[in-house]
């Protein structure tokens, strides 16, 4: 199937084509065809899997199909995230999609002057993308109604449980008008959020690509055992060796964060860290440099790193594995994306053997140990053995003659946005 076979008018198609987009990933083929119709949807798949397209191509379509030239633009569409770099890349996404419908859209946040964003607002928006704090604090104040809204989403749903914005996500759906097509999108579907789903939504379709908490197939995965003194080490013998690349490390905490980025940068490893303490401005800054590899390591708290994108990364390591298993499904999905491999990298010490017990429980499966004596637990040893396969489906591991695995060959075409 191509974007041409899902009945997308033309100046949508000539967006996607610029963008060298020429096939829908899986959630795209099932979602897009559903939310035309003007359906309730409710949909289950991985981050990185292309849901952003999955709902902004149909709200493009059917808001171009009734524009209006009118100057005090009514929103007509209302999309809420739980971070502002989500929220960012998906109002970026809608522009680039939307380019020549003559729609305009807007993105509110907080963590910085709302002066910005109320002249936005002032000028008309048909597509307003929202992170909930800075939409109901701009909804108390009079610059925001959501009476006319003809298209609701709510986007990484189970992020929004884990980060306690379901009172917010409540006040705001009261502001809502009862006439209207709702799209909810989750990459988990623990009880809490089905209970969320049952609520808002009228006789939905359903949508899962994937088994619930499944990780991305294309992704390696491994654990170093390692004591929690000698992370610093370890991570810096894995970095080591340049063919590594960039890197995306998690810590559980802000001030992890900072401790490893200051210990990188000692050791002349260009690293920069994001998470709630910096200014939005430092963080995409933080970002900007990554995603241009001007820095090489990117250090992210849970809270900050859902709305990463990055084409290609290759290399997920967690310093800290999380404390909730469904967080680490979230964190290795910033690797493999929109149908690349990758590898993820988890140094477990001896207090987070728990959480590691609760992780496998999760994805009914046993993440393969890296024996550190084994690989000298250096990089170079590292990438010349492969980590095993945890699903039966993935790569079949061949290596080439000197033993090291074999880049894959580009096919020249891009699948679906991963976003």
Do not use: W
């Amino acid at each position: 199937m191509t974007f041409n076979s899902l009945n997308l008018i033309d100046p949508i198609l000539r967006s996607l084509k610029e963008e060298g987009y020429t096939t829908p990933t899986e959630i795209q083929e099932q979602a897009i065809p559903v939310a035309l119709q003007g359906k309730d949807l409710l949909g289950c798949a991985q981050t990185g899997t292309g849901k952003t397209a999955a709902f902004a191509l149909p709200i493009l379509q059917h808001l171009a199909a009734n524009s209006s030239n009118d100057p005090n633009r009514k929103i007509r569409s209302l999309i809420v995230t739980p971070t502002r770099e989500l929220a960012i890349q998906i109002d970026e996404s809608f522009q680039n999609y939307g380019r020549y419908t003559g729609l305009t859209t807007a993105v509110v946040y907080g963590g910085v002057n709302q002066k910005r964003q109320v002249k936005q607002l002032k000028r008309g928006v048909d597509i307003l993308t929202a992170t909930p704090g800075r939409l109901l604090d701009l909804m108390n104040q009079g610059f925001i109604s959501l009476a006319h809204i003809e298209i609701f989403v709510l986007d990484e749903a189970d992020r929004m449980l884990d980060m306690g914005f379901i009172h917010d996500v409540k006040k705001m759906l009261r502001a809502l008008p009862n006439k209207r097509q709702t799209l909810f999108f989750s990459a988990t579907m623990p009880k809490e959020i089905i209970q969320l789903s049952n609520s808002i939504l009228k006789n939905p379709t359903k949508i899962e690509v994937t088994p619930e908490a499944a990780t991305v197939d294309k992704i390696r995965q491994g654990i170093f055992h390692v004591e929690k003194g000698n992370k610093k080490q370890l991570l810096v013998d894995v970095l080591s060796d340049n063919s590594v690349g960039s890197a995306l490390v998690f810590t559980r905490t802000k001030r992890g964060a900072n401790n490893v980025v200051k210990m990188l940068n000692k050791k002349s490893i260009q690293a920069e860290a994001i998470h709630g303490n910096k200014s939005q401005n430092a963080r995409q800054r933080a970002l900007s440099n990554f995603k241009d590899q001007s820095t090489r390591v990117l250090v992210a708290t849970d809270i900050a790193a859902r709305g990463i994108d990055v084409d290609e990364l290759k290399y997920v390591i967690n310093y800290e594995i999380p404390n909730i298993p469904e967080t680490y499904v979230h964190r290795i999905g910033r690797t493999g994306r929109a149908g690349s491999d990758g590898t993820a990298l988890s140094f477990v010490d001896s207090s987070e053997r728990e959480y590691l017990r609760d992780i496998e429980k999760l994805i009914n499966q046993q993440i393969p140990v890296v024996d550190e004596k084994e690989y000298e637990v250096r990089a170079e040893k590292l990438l010349t053995q492969e980590v095993p396969q945890s699903h039966s489906n993935g790569s079949n591991g061949s290596r080439s003659k000197n033993g090291k695995r074999p880049r894959p060959k580009s096919s020249g075409k891009r699948r679906g946005s991963r976003r």
